[in-house]
T-cell receptor
Framework: GQSLEQPSEVTAVEGAIVQINCTYQTSGFYGLSWYQQHDGGAPTFLSY????GLEETGRFSSFLSRSDSYGYLLLQELQMKDSASYFC????????????FGSGTRLLVRP | DGGITQSPKYLFRKEGQNVTLSCEQNLNHDAMYWYRQDPGQGLRLIYY???????QKGDIAEGYSVSREKKESFPLTVTSAQKNPTAFYLC?????????????FGQGTRLTVV
């Protein structure tokens, strides 16, 4: 099966940089993706890494190291609106297309 | 506008009743999913479907049932066998491809047992 581990909560101040880590265990691998969810809302897709390295999309970047089974989401110039839960996710490796999510990291941005 | 729609937004159920949550998408996606989310928790997969007339159990399928008679629709029934159904239910769809992990979510249905 697959499993993903994330810290449960991270706190940072407005304008700072924060890194949210994700380690995964899976027999096969098709890439790591990240989603953002505000309280009471729907998750929205942020980024996807299939290969090692850093992918940058505006203030958000995502990194992947396949040899370490590890990835992270980097949020720069934090804004209050970035307070949300962030989930990493992988595809199933049993010839299915199921999408498995980590337990999520709650980010609290303080003034 | 393309998207995925869940209804109702809020649903109240009496103990012992079955209820059906609707999920419709017009994104032409083959794959559809149902997740359950409890307060402060992650997304747990209930059922998923890769193609019409086919669906597979996820990690917490007991007490739930689904159908996939049309590509656009993937309704979830919460049966009386589900002992603790109060939760936030999210439906999602995506391209059925191992290398595409962008899923689109509906706004969710909050189910409460009264």
């Amino acid at each position: 099966g697959q499993s993903l581990e994330q810290p449960s909560e991270v706190t940072a101040v407005e304008g700072a940089i924060v890194q949210i880590n994700c380690t995964y265990q899976t027999s096969g691998f098709y890439g790591l993706s990240w989603y953002q969810q505000h309280d009471g809302g729907a998750p929205t897709f942020l980024s996807y890494n299939a290969l090692d390295g850093l992918e940058e999309t505006g203030r958000f970047s995502s990194f992947l190291s396949r040899s370490d089974s590890y990835g992270y989401l980097l949020l720069q110039e934090l804004q209050m609106k970035d307070s949300a839960s962030y989930f990493c996710a992988v595809r199933g490796t049993d010839s299915s297309y199921k999408l498995i999510f980590g337990s999520g990291t709650r980010l609290l941005v303080r003034p | 506008d393309g998207g995925i729609t869940q209804s109702p937004k809020y649903l109240f159920r009496k103990e012992g009743q079955n209820v059906t949550l609707s999920c419709e998408q017009n994104l032409n996606h083959d794959a559809m999913y149902w997740y359950r989310q409890d307060p402060g928790q992650g997304l747990r997969l209930i059922y998923y479907s890769q193609i019409v007339n086919d669906f597979q159990k996820g990690d917490i399928a007991e007490g739930y049932s689904v159908s996939r008679e049309k590509k656009e629709s993937f309704p979830l029934t919460v049966t009386s066998a589900q002992k603790n159904p109060t939760a936030f239910y999210l439906c999602a769809s995506s391209i059925a491809n191992q290398w595409n992990t962008e899923a689109f979510f509906g706004q969710g249905t909050r189910l409460t047992v009264v």
